[in-house]
């Protein structure tokens, strides 16, 4: 089988490149039907075999188009859930006097300039955080948009040293300046619970838990010093007043040297008085409806009447 011609240097270099550029540097369309070059969207053509959707539609993007919904969230780091996650589609939103976009595997949206802030991430136009989650709330549960607020709205970063993307306060202005929007009130809901401080969904969903069963709400990422000065841990969910801790603890925390570090953060936890309770998944559910998070209720409850006679 006869090997592809080389393409050039600045087509080969691209995440993506038009046909019309593709063609005005002499790049034929059976060059471009060859099986080393895939066609993510209409009009376009990328060397690699999955490239980021995202990127790839960015050679069509027109003036006054940027990337919103779920594409957004994905750009800005939202962890949403894998329905949205895995889908296959990019959505392209024209703001202002553009139509949306109208091609195979995109979804286009229409929104207006008032309403509408775009930054760049990554060096691609993306709607910002409260207008992203604005859009979000006619996609999602109410837990999951709180889980998405509560991201947004922390310190990010394995140890919160990076700022957050927004405040509550820019959560709430997004909501009032488009306050007939689908999920409006979903997202209004959701705004009550949103805090600061959670590092991932189930932290979370694990927050939502203890408090719809009528527990104190617990400070997150609670941060214990020794004698010294020294930081010991961070943990999760915390009753600094009762020695109490709730650590959620998910697949990573299997891998060898993450379970080494864990032993000895707890132990030396316990050092300091601290109780700590120790969750898998099956033991969150936020809505209470499986036996695993009742009993995980009943030792939280048990620990902190232990804690205050």
Not at 23 to 45: E, N, T
Not at 128 to 150: F, K, N, Q, Y
Not at 237 to 262: I, K, N, T, W
Request: hydrophobic share 35%; charged share 30%; net charge positive.
């Amino acid at each position: 089988m006869r090997r592809p011609s080389r393409l050039p240097a600045d087509l080969a270099s691209r995440v993506s490149f038009t046909t019309s550029d593709a063609a005005q540097l002499g790049v034929g369309h059976r060059r471009l039907a060859a099986s080393d070059i895939v066609a993510p969207f209409h009009g376009v053509r990328s060397t690699r075999e999955s490239p980021p959707l995202a990127s790839a539609y960015q050679v069509r993007l027109t003036e006054g188009q940027c990337f919103s919904h779920t594409t957004a969230a994905l750009l800005l780091g939202c962890p949403l859930p894998r329905r949205l996650e895995r889908a296959a589609v990019v959505h392209v939103s024209s703001v202002g006097k553009w139509r949306g976009p109208r091609t195979r595997g995109v979804v286009g949206h229409e929104l207006s300039s008032r309403c509408t802030k775009v930054i760049g991430v990554d060096g691609l136009p993306v709607t910002d955080a409260p207008t992203t989650w604005r859009h979000l709330a006619g996609m999602l549960s109410v837990d999951e948009l709180i889980a998405i607020g509560d991201y947004l709205v922390s310190p990010r970063g394995s140890y919160g040293d990076l700022p957050a993307l927004t405040e509550a306060e820019g959560l709430r202005r997004s909501i009032e300046r488009t306050p007939r929007v689908r999920g409006a009130a979903r997202a209004r809901d959701a705004l009550m619970e949103v805090r600061v401080g959670a590092r991932s969904p189930k932290e979370t969903e694990a927050r939502l838990m203890i408090c719809r069963a009528g527990l104190p709400e617990p400070e997150l990422n609670h941060a214990v010093f020794d004698d010294k000065g020294e930081l010991i841990a961070e943990i999760d969910l915390a009753y600094p007043d009762d020695l109490l801790g709730v650590e959620y603890e998910g697949d990573s925390h299997r891998e060898r040297e993450r379970f080494r570090r864990d032993i000895r953060r707890i132990e030396r936890l316990q050092d300091a008085g601290w109780h700590i309770i120790r969750l898998a998944a099956d033991d969150v559910d936020s809505t209470l409806a499986t036996s695993a998070s009742r009993d995980t209720i009943q030792r939280i409850e048990r620990r902190l009447r232990m804690a205050r006679p």
